[in-house]
Nanobody, 122 residues
Framework: QVQLVESGGGLVQAGGSLRLSCAAS????????MGWYRQAQGKQRELVAA???????NYADSVKGRFTISRDNAKNTAYLQMNSLKPEDTAVYYC????????????????WGQGTQVIGSS
């Protein structure tokens, strides 16, 4: 079993900051990549930021320069530092992890966190 536990969401004034954390635990052999997606009301889920095993990052255009994704490999944890939050950032943010559970079965599997609410209040 693999579990992703998210924390750090909340409500902040526009221009404020939040830091999301996502800790993966359970039957993990190797993590290929971790990332954050968000889904606003009435919208499709979209990629916000991702980081792979080599530290290469990818960001949605809408958050470039404001959000920073990082990871702590020893803790199997990813972070999303969100600065200069806007009302448009309001959404449920979901952590995603691509990993292998065993060495014998090395296909990548996707796991999702429960989601955490982020509100950028105007």
């Amino acid at each position: 079993q693999v579990q992703l536990v998210e924390s750090g969401g909340g409500l902040v004034q526009a221009g404020g900051s939040l830091r999301l954390s996502c800790a993966a635990s359970g039957s993990i052999f190797s993590i290929n990549a971790m990332g954050w997606y968000r889904q606003a009301q009435g919208k499709q889920r979209e990629l916000v930021a991702a980081i792979d095993s080599g530290g290469i990052t990818n960001y949605a255009d809408s958050v470039k320069g404001r959000f920073t994704i990082s990871r702590d490999n020893a803790k199997n944890t990813a972070y999303l530092q969100m600065n200069s939050l806007k009302p448009e950032d309001t959404a449920v943010y979901y952590c995603n992890c691509r990993l292998t559970t065993t060495q014998a079965i090395n296909r990548l599997r996707n796991y999702w966190g429960q989601g955490t609410q982020v509100i950028g209040s105007s």
